[in-house]
């Protein structure tokens, strides 16, 4: 009986399919991509400031 079960499984078995690429490339793909972004971020930095036309408000600019 239970080999009967166990046939049925193999037998039921979808095949495996083989990845376009290496595992490691998906890895490398997507830290590419957050650096990527990162780079982005990292260049519209402080863009908001300058487009307002202010200036940070701190302790120091308060005090005159």
């Known amino acids: 009986m239970s080999s009967s079960v166990a046939n049925l499984f193999t037998a039921a078995e979808e095949p495996t399919r083989e990845l376009p690429m290496s595992p490691y490339m998906y890895g ?19 863009t908001a400031q300058r487009m307002s036309g202010g200036h940070l408000h701190t302790r120091a600019n308060e005090r005159g």
């Open 28 to 46: 490398g793909l997507a830290l590419l991509g957050f650096v990527l972004l990162l780079a982005v971020l990292w260049a519209f930095r402080g």
